[in-house]
Nanobody, 125 residues
Framework: RARLIESGGGSVQAGGSLRLSCDAPGLSFATFCGAWFRQAPGKAREAVAGTAGGKMARYGDSVKGRATISRDNAKGSLYLQLDDLKPEDNGMYYC???????????????????WGQGTQVTVSS
């Protein structure tokens, strides 16, 4: 069974940057489409970005222009670069894998079969 393991979260000041990583033993993002979602306390889960590889990517409105999703096909890992962080970016960030093909850059969380445990991002003003 695939496991997704996020890392790279932490506490930063507004305007700073973070790079989140997602490793997937037993599954490779070189094969399957992946995405990042986030959830703040008391709020619904929100799509951040999805990728099908190469230049095929889609971003949530709240992070457009500040986020870049990418993958390392050799490592089978997924990444999320977040720049110009804002307090409203606070939350638990989850990576997800579709786990089937054909796949897409969908930002619908019901499209994803595998999920990680999350990594916390805290942005202070």
């Amino acid at each position: 069974r695939a496991r997704l393991i996020e890392s790279g979260g932490g506490s930063v000041q507004a305007g700073g940057s973070l790079r989140l990583s997602c490793d997937a033993p037993g599954l490779s993002f070189a094969t399957f489409c992946g995405a990042w979602f986030r959830q703040a306390p008391g709020k619904a889960r929100e799509a951040v970005a999805g990728t099908a590889g190469g230049k095929m990517a889609r971003y949530g409105d709240s992070v457009k222009g500040r986020a870049t999703i990418s993958r390392d096909n050799a490592k089978g890992s997924l990444y999320l670069q977040l720049d110009d962080l804002k307090p409203e970016d606070n939350g638990m960030y989850y990576c997800a894998a579709m786990g089937y093909r054909p796949c897409s850059t969908s930002l619908d969380d019901s499209s994803y079969l595998y999920w990680g445990q999350g990594t916390q991002v805290t942005v202070s003003s």
